[in-house]
């Protein structure tokens, strides 16, 4: 480990970076109430980051293991104070750029004064609000301001606190239920815990406002440079399968997102998105006029298997297989094979998990998704190596030719091709 001075220093060279360019552009230091790095360009996007993962591991050492530890322990009292703020929606009691006292943040909330000082101050730990020491009444933070204007951000911090993190209590509890492999979908820690044998999925059809929040939180999720769909462009080389002619079967399409953006950047290949009806009917009618001679919306179980009548140039799968645990994936897989032909790619858009413990504050997310997967379908994110794993042992035919991360990319393309050897086909 280097020595602490040289963690400072490095600390110190990455913070003199970022000052010099808010420094030169007129821009303010960040501070608790303007994050002003929200406005640093993309390129000194990664030195912010940097920082942080820096200044994280240099206060772990300094906390020490056990205060570090108990840090993670403690993590659900701020996890609690948050979840108090955001059900009783106390940003949106206090003025945007003014104060509130607690005596009026209770009266516009419905939550006793008593509590509003106790979980709001809990908050302030985070800098979710700040109190004037004069007057003692409540202010603006930066994050408590995101809180009241940005309702992306609010069903963001909504589906975890309030449903996601409540739910991952039973994580262990179906297991000792259902097993270490329970795999489920209607087995979940989010079934357990809203007692119903419902996937979490069949429970949100069922309830619209929860359901508007999980898309509000996805939409969030996948905003900023690091989603961009160029990235899936950039991932594999579609001109290879842009002649006349050629299809391209998008399994579990949805209203087809990524099936216009690709038909938009690519000239001849036609789009076939599969989904299940209550989808296809929806997404149909929504489909830009332009696209009509490009798209088409099919309905599909990908519990059944493709009629194997024409091969596409390409199935794609986005955010697919990690929704189901191996028994599934390797069904959806199986049900691709009467179609698959030699030349025929199979690209899995997925996030793909590093085969390495991993620290930084970013890398993490995907152990972060990990444990999100488990808790609401019993399902997983996985390595290259895993889905290498499930590919081969659906088909030895399936051959992974590339696993492609652009640079700046969370999602990675598995490129798989179908390999028609004589010997494994008998
Ligand atoms: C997480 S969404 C991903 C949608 C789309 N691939 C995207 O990336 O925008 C999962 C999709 O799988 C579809 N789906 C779930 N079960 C399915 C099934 N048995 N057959 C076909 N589609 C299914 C859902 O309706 C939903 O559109």
Redesign the pocket.
Known sequence: MPSLTSMAESILARAKKLDNYLEATNIAYPSFDDDTLDRLPDELQDERWALANDVNELKQLSRGAAHTTLDCAFSWTDAVGLRVVYRYKLANTVPLDGTASYAEIAAASGLKEDLCRRFIRLAMGSHVFTEDLETRCVRHTASSRLLATDQSFYDAVGIEIDEFGPASSKLIDVWEKHGQDANEPNHSAVSMFNETEKTF?DFLASQPERARRFGGAMRHFTKGDSWDLRHLLASFDWKSIDRPGAQVV??????G??SQYLARHTKHVRYIV???SH?VSQARSQLPSDLKDRIEFVE????TPQTGETAPAAFI????LH?WADKYATRILQNLVPAMRKGTKLLIYEYVLEDRPVTDLTGRFGFQMDAIMATICNAKERTAAEYEHILKSTDPRYVVEAVCRPEGSTMSIVEVGWEENEQLSH
């Open positions: 999925f998008d399994i579990g399409g949805g209203n997102q990524i599969h989904d299940l989808v599909h179980d990908f519990f799968m986005r955010y697919i929704n």
